[in-house]
C-alpha cells in the first residue's frame, strides 16, 4: 500500500498506526543474502532462527535490524493491521468492518488471503477491535465497506505475498522472479524446492513492505468470485456465536430501562418504593439525555443480580413524564400534511429547461402522489451493551456499527480522549443501520460509572420497537408528460420528509439538496426537470435504515413510470427502455446505461410479457443506490384478497462480485425485507409517542411468507465492486405494487400496502 494512500486512509492518525513500515537499511534481509549465499534448506531455518530457536546470523547486523529480526522471531509476519502469519504457518486474518450478518467479515479477509495465497483453511479470521489508527474507517454503513476497502486490503495481501516471496529468493538467492507463492509456500521454478509460509515468516517481516505491490489480474483469483463457505457459519449454526447480549464479565450487573415515551419529554417524578429493597436489586438509577444525536433519549433504569430481575423492577416503577414539545405528534395527520405540502409549490432544489412549458404542451399528462411511513430497524437482537469504567479507561462491548463513533461519543461523555476508550466489537444479530447510534452504549456506561461495577444493558423487544430512530415517513409527488412520440419531456417532482439532518440539528424542517440527490441527479435523459421540497418538521428521531431514502425514492418513480405507460398506452419496459437512452448528461450517462442493462437481464429473466391466467401479473421497476444497479420482476397471484408472490427475478450490477454466494443472499434477504415493508410494517405515533410494541404488532414476514422462488443473477462483473448490502431493498415494493395492479388488484400508492 502507498504511503500516500494509507495516509488518506487513516487521516491524523497515521502517526500511531501499527503498521509496520520499512526497516531502515542496510537491512537484516541484505546480510542474509551477503552472508548465507546459495543456503541448503536446512542452513536457512538454522540462519532464521526457527530450527534453533534463535536468529542467529554469520554477520554483524546493524542494531536497529537486530531488533527487527528478534521482534519478527517472536511476533511472526505481521506486515499490516490486516494479516499475521505465526512461525507455525497459522494465518489470522482481521476484519475492521463490523459484521451485522451481511457476510463482510468473509468477504474481505478472502480477498486478503487471495492476494497473500494463503490456504484458507489455514486462515483464522477476527474482528478488529475499534482502532482508526489500524483500520482506517470503521463505521460500517452506506453500503461502503467493500467499495472502500476491498482494494487496501487485497493490497495488504499482495505485499504480505511479495515479502515472503522475497525472503525466500533470499534464501535461495535467486532474483524474485524466479519464486512463485503457491498455496502458504514459495516454490523455486528452477527446481521445485519449497519453504513454507511458516518457515519464511521470520525474515519476511524484516523486509521493507512494499508500496505499490502487484495485484493479481483475475484470472489468477483463487477465492474472489467464489462461494466461499462463511467463516463464521459453524457458529452461528451451533449457537456458539458470541453476540453483544451475550457478554459475561467478572462481578458483572445486569440492567433494563424504562425511555421516556416521546423524543423530548422528560421524567417529571419515580415513585422507588416497590422497587427498591427487592432482592437482587442493586440500585434505581435516572439516565438523563444526553446533548448528542446519539445520546440517550433519557429514562430510568435499574440495576439488578440478573436480566430478569431487573426487567421486572423496572416495570414495577411508577414514573410521571412531562411529555415535552412533540407530545402531540400522530402519524396520520403529520402524513396529510406531507401530502398537502407536496401537492402546492415547494422550494425550488434543482430546476434543468422549462417544465411548466414542457407540461403545458404535453400530449400525454399524468400526475400523483406516492406515501411511506415510519419504519423501525427492528433486528432481532434488541440493543445490547456491556461497559465497565474504571479510574484510568472505559471499557466497551457492544454490537456496533461504528466503533470508532462511541469512541467519539462515549469519550465526549465522559471528559476522556477516546484512546482511553476500548470498544470490542460483538458479532450483531442485526442492525439495518440502526446500531450505528450509541445511546444504548452511553446508558451502559452511564450504569456502570453509578455501581462501579461492569453493568449489561439489555433492553427489551418494546423499547427498541417504541424509542429508536426511525425511517423518515414521506410523501412524494410527481408530475410529467409525453409528445406525440411518447418521450418524457417534462417531469416535476416534490418530495416532503423530515431528514435525517433533522436528528442533529432540529431547526432542520425539509429535505436539503443532498438530502434530494438521488433525484436530483436521477439518470433517466429527460430535458425539463424540476425537484422541489416542502416543509417537514422532524417530531421523532429519523435515522438510517437499510436503504434510507431510496426506499421512498424507487417506490414513486417506478410506480408513477408504469401509470404512465399506461396513460399513453405503452408497455413499462419500453418506456423505461426510452427514459435511459435518451440520458445525455455526461453525468449520469454511464449510469443510465448499466441501469437499463439491469433492467434487460431481468426483464428476460422474468419473461416480461408472458401471457398469465387471469389473477396473476408481472410489475417491473428499476433503481440506481449506492453505485449498484438492481432490477426486478415480480410474479404475483391474488387469492382470496390475498397477494401471493410466485416468483422474484432480480439483475444487479454491483461490479465484480467476490462472493457470489453471500452476495445471493444479500438479494434475497433484501427481497424478503423489501417485502415485509410494502404489505405489514410501519410504525405509527398517537400523542407523541409510538403505538407499536413487538413483532405482533410490528409484524416482520415469517419464513412462511418468503416468496418460494428468487433467482438472481450478477452483471457487470468488469466494474468495480461497490456496495450490497442496501441496494437491492428499494426495488421489490414498487414492482410488487405494479405486479398488484396488473393482476387485478388495486394501485397502492402507500407503503405499506394495508389495504391488501
Not at 118 to 132: F, M, P, S
Request: hydrophobic share 40%.
Amino acid at each position: 500500500m502507498a504511503r500516500g494512500e494509507l495516509e488518506a486512509l487513516l487521516g491524523d492518525a497515521l502517526p500511531g498506526a501499527s503498521l509496520r513500515t520499512a526497516p531502515p537499511t542496510p537491512s537484516l534481509a541484505g546480510g542474509l543474502a551477503l552472508t548465507i549465499g546459495k543456503p541448503t534448506r536446512r542452513q536457512f531455518l538454522q540462519a532464521s532462527g526457527l530450527a534453533l530457536g534463535g536468529l542467529t546470523l554469520g554477520l554483524s547486523a546493524p542494531k536497529q535490524a537486530s531488533a527487527a529480526a528478534a521482534s519478527a522471531e517472536r511476533d511472526g509476519f505481521h506486515p499490516n493491521a490486516w494479516l499475521h502469519i505465526a512461525q507455525n504457518g497459522d494465518t489470522t486474518l482481521w476484519c475492521g468492518r463490523c459484521e451485522m450478518g451481511q457476510g463482510i467479515s468473509t468477504a474481505l479477509p478472502a480477498a486478503v488471503a487471495d492476494e497473500l495465497e494463503a490456504d484458507w483453511t489455514r486462515v483464522t479470521v477476527l474482528q478488529g477491535d475499534g482502532d482508526k489508527a489500524k483500520y482506517g474507517p470503521q463505521n460500517t454503513g452506506g453500503s461502503r465497506s467493500i467499495n472502500l476497502m476491498l482494494e487496501p486490503m487485497r493490497k495488504a495481501g499482495a505485499a504480505g505475498r511479495e515479502m515472503l516471496v522475497a525472503a525466500a529468493a533470499t534464501a535461495w538467492a535467486l532474483p524474485a522472479a524466479d519464486c512463485y507463492a503457491q498455496q502458504h509456500t514459495v516454490r523455486n521454478r528452477r527446481d521445485d524446492r519449497m519453504l513454507t509460509y511458516g518457515e519464511l515468516a521470520a525474515v519476511a517481516a524484516t523486509l521493507p513492505v512494499p508500496e505499490e505491490p502487484t495485484l493479481k489480474s483475475p484470472a489468477e483469483y483463487r477465492y474472489i468470485g467464489k462461494s466461499l463457505p462463511r467463516h463464521d457459519q459453524r457458529a452461528i449454526v451451533t449457537g456458539t456465536r458470541t453476540y453483544g447480549a451475550d457478554v459475561k464479565l467478572p462481578g458483572m450487573k445486569y440492567a433494563a430501562i424504562r425511555h421516556v415515551p416521546v423524543m423530548g419529554a422528560t421524567v417529571r417524578s419515580v415513585d422507588r418504593s416497590a422497587v427498591e429493597g427487592l432482592k437482587g436489586v442493586t440500585k434505581v438509577v435516572e439516565i438523563p439525555r444526553f446533548a448528542h444525536a446519539y445520546g440517550s433519549l433519557g429514562g430510568v433504569a435499574v440495576v439488578a443480580d440478573n436480566t430478569w430481575i431487573a426487567q421486572q423492577a423496572v416495570a414495577k416503577l411508577q414514573i410521571e413524564w412531562d411529555r415535552g414539545p412533540h407530545g402531540d405528534y400522530d402519524t396520520q395527520a403529520y402524513k396529510a400534511m406531507l401530502v398537502k405540502h407536496v401537492e402546492a409549490p415547494g422550494e425550488v432544489a434543482f430546476t434543468r429547461g422549462e417544465v411548466d412549458d414542457a407540461l403545458e404542451g404535453a400530449v400525454v399528462r399524468h400526475a400523483n402522489t406516492y406515501v411511506g411511513g415510519h419504519l423501525s430497524h427492528s433486528p432481532m437482537e434488541p440493543m445490547a451493551s456491556a461497559a465497565w469504567v474504571t479510574e484510568d479507561r472505559c471499557e466497551i462491548w457492544a454490537s456496533t456499527q461504528d466503533p470508532q463513533g462511541v469512541q467519539e461519543a462515549i469519550g465526549k461523555f465522559l471528559e476522556r480522549p477516546p484512546q482511553d476508550i476500548i470498544v470490542h466489537v460483538m458479532a450483531s444479530g442485526g442492525a439495518f443501520g440502526r446500531k450505528y447510534k450509541c445511546d444504548y452504549v452511553q446508558e451502559a456506561v452511564t450504569l456502570s460509572r453509578a455501581v462501579g461495577a461492569p453493568v449489561q444493558l439489555t433492553w427489551t423487544r418494546e423499547e427498541d420497537t417504541r424509542t429508536g430512530y426511525y425511517h423518515s415517513c414521506s410523501a412524494q409527488h410527481i408530475e410529467a408528460g409525453l409528445d406525440a412520440q411518447g418521450n418524457v419531456v417534462g417531469w416535476l417532482h416534490r418530495a416532503a420528509f423530515p431528514p435525517i439532518p433533522s436528528t442533529f440539528n432540529p431547526q432542520v424542517t425539509r429535505p436539503g439538496e443532498r438530502d434530494l440527490g438521488r433525484i436530483i441527479g436521477h439518470p433517466f435523459g429527460i430535458a425539463n426537470v424540476r425537484i422541489e421540497s416542502g416543509e417537514a418538521p422532524a417530531h421523532t428521531r429519523i435515522g438510517w435504515y437499510r436503504a434510507v431514502y431510496d426506499i421512498f425514492w424507487a417506490h414513486a418513480i417506478n410506480i408513477f413510470v408504469d401509470e404512465l405507460a399506461e396513460k399513453a398506452q405503452t408497455d413499462t419496459l419500453d418506456l423505461l427502455r426510452g427514459l435511459y437512452r435518451n440520458s445525455s448528461d455526461p453525468k449520469t450517462q454511464a449510469q443510465a446505461a448499466r441501469s437499463l442493462a439491469v433492467l434487460e437481464q431481468a426483464s428476460s429473466m422474468g419473461d416480461w410479457g408472458r401471457e398469465l391466467p387471469a389473477g396473476e401479473g408481472l410489475g417491473i421497476a428499476v433503481h440506481h443506490s449506492y453505485e449498484s444497479y438492481t432490477a426486478m420482476v415480480v410474479h404475483v397471484a391474488l387469492e382470496d384478497g390475498r397477494v401471493r408472490v410466485k416468483r422474484v427475478d432480480c439483475a444487479v450490477d454491483c461490479g465484480m462480485v467476490l462472493n457470489p454466494d453471500i452476495a445471493t443472499a444479500q438479494m434475497e434477504g433484501a427481497v424478503i425485507m423489501g417485502l415485509g415493508l410494502a404489505l405489514e410494517t410501519e410504525v405509527s405515533f398517537r400523542e407523541g409517542a409510538v403505538v407499536n410494541s413487538n413483532f405482533h404488532d410490528y409484524r416482520v414476514l415469517r419464513i412462511s411468507d418468503a416468496p418460494p422462488q428468487i433467482n438472481v443473477a450478477f452483471i457487470g462483473q468488469e466494474h468495480r465492486s461497490t456496495g450490497l448490502g442496501e441496494p437491492g431493498v428499494p426495488t421489490f415494493a414498487p414492482a410488487l405494487a405494479n405486479a398488484i395492479y396488473a393482476a387485478g388488484g388495486e394501485r397502492h400508492r402507500a407503503l405499506p400496502m394495508t389495504q391488501v
